[in-house]
Protein backbone atom coordinates (compact mmCIF):
# COMPACT_ATOMS: atom_id res chain seq x y z
CA UNK A 1 0.00 0.00 0.00
CA UNK A 2 1.36 3.56 -0.69
CA UNK A 3 -1.01 4.99 1.76
CA UNK A 4 -1.15 3.74 5.36
CA UNK A 5 -5.67 4.34 5.64
CA UNK A 6 -8.14 1.79 5.58
CA UNK A 7 -9.19 2.50 2.14
CA UNK A 8 -5.63 1.69 0.83
CA UNK A 9 -6.47 -1.53 2.13
CA UNK A 10 -9.95 -1.98 1.19
CA UNK A 11 -9.40 -0.98 -2.45
CA UNK A 12 -7.62 -3.46 -3.49
CA UNK A 13 -10.37 -5.91 -3.36
CA UNK A 14 -13.02 -3.51 -5.19
CA UNK A 15 -14.18 -4.89 -8.56
CA UNK A 16 -11.90 -4.28 -11.72
CA UNK A 17 -8.72 -2.39 -9.35
CA UNK A 18 -5.36 -3.69 -10.92
CA UNK A 19 -4.40 -5.50 -7.21
CA UNK A 20 -7.44 -7.53 -7.25
CA UNK A 21 -5.67 -10.56 -7.74
CA UNK A 22 -8.47 -13.06 -6.62
CA UNK A 23 -11.16 -11.08 -8.70
CA UNK A 24 -13.59 -9.93 -5.78
CA UNK A 25 -16.93 -8.53 -6.85
CA UNK A 26 -19.37 -7.62 -4.66
CA UNK A 27 -21.89 -4.51 -5.08
CA UNK A 28 -22.27 -4.06 -2.04
CA UNK A 29 -18.62 -3.87 -0.85
CA UNK A 30 -18.12 -1.40 -4.01
CA UNK A 31 -20.63 0.92 -2.49
CA UNK A 32 -18.86 0.93 0.50
CA UNK A 33 -15.72 1.54 -0.47
CA UNK A 34 -17.77 4.41 -2.97
CA UNK A 35 -19.15 5.94 0.65
CA UNK A 36 -16.03 5.62 2.32
CA UNK A 37 -14.13 7.86 -0.24
CA UNK A 38 -16.69 10.59 0.06
CA UNK A 39 -17.04 11.05 3.42
CA UNK A 40 -15.11 13.27 5.59
CA UNK A 41 -16.73 12.32 9.05
CA UNK A 42 -13.84 10.27 11.05
CA UNK A 43 -16.28 8.75 13.16
CA UNK A 44 -18.33 7.33 9.39
CA UNK A 45 -15.12 6.52 7.78
CA UNK A 46 -14.82 4.25 10.94
CA UNK A 47 -18.14 2.42 10.69
CA UNK A 48 -17.65 2.30 6.86
CA UNK A 49 -14.50 0.87 7.04
CA UNK A 50 -15.88 -1.90 9.55
CA UNK A 51 -18.35 -2.32 7.11
CA UNK A 52 -16.42 -3.15 4.44
CA UNK A 53 -13.94 -5.71 6.46
CA UNK A 54 -17.26 -7.42 7.58
CA UNK A 55 -18.14 -7.89 4.17
CA UNK A 56 -14.48 -9.39 3.17
CA UNK A 57 -15.06 -11.42 6.22
CA UNK A 58 -18.20 -12.77 5.79
CA UNK A 59 -17.55 -13.64 2.31
CA UNK A 60 -14.37 -15.58 3.17
CA UNK A 61 -11.90 -13.71 1.24
CA UNK A 62 -9.70 -12.63 4.36
CA UNK A 63 -9.79 -14.47 7.46
CA UNK A 64 -8.32 -12.40 10.56
CA UNK A 65 -5.43 -13.98 12.38
CA UNK A 66 -5.63 -12.23 15.62
CA UNK A 67 -3.21 -9.23 17.13
CA UNK A 68 -0.08 -9.05 15.70
CA UNK A 69 2.98 -8.53 17.84
CA UNK A 70 6.60 -8.04 16.75
CA UNK A 71 10.01 -7.07 18.51
CA UNK A 72 12.48 -4.11 17.83
CA UNK A 73 15.98 -4.12 18.55
CA UNK A 74 16.90 -0.69 19.85
CA UNK A 75 20.23 0.43 21.14
CA UNK A 76 19.92 1.90 24.64
CA UNK A 77 21.77 5.28 23.53
CA UNK A 78 18.74 6.41 21.63
CA UNK A 79 16.08 7.79 23.08
CA UNK A 80 13.15 9.88 22.09
CA UNK A 81 11.86 7.29 19.23
CA UNK A 82 8.02 6.34 19.35
CA UNK A 83 5.66 4.67 16.98
CA UNK A 84 2.47 5.66 16.21
CA UNK A 85 -1.03 3.34 15.72
CA UNK A 86 0.55 2.80 12.33
CA UNK A 87 3.40 1.22 13.35
CA UNK A 88 5.12 4.11 12.00
CA UNK A 89 8.77 5.16 13.07
CA UNK A 90 8.93 8.69 14.19
CA UNK A 91 12.41 10.16 15.17
CA UNK A 92 11.08 13.45 14.90
CA UNK A 93 12.26 13.69 19.05
CA UNK A 94 15.47 11.54 18.84
CA UNK A 95 18.22 11.99 20.99
CA UNK A 96 21.25 10.17 21.52
CA UNK A 97 22.30 9.81 25.40
CA UNK A 98 26.13 10.18 25.92
Same mark, same amino acid.
Given at each position: MNRPTCL???? +???????NNFIQ?? +?????QVLFDLRKSVSLFEKKILCYKGLKVLKESSQIIPLGKMEFSILVRPEFTGWKLDSLFQLDLSELQAVL
Open positions: AALE +NFETGHKFK +NSKYD
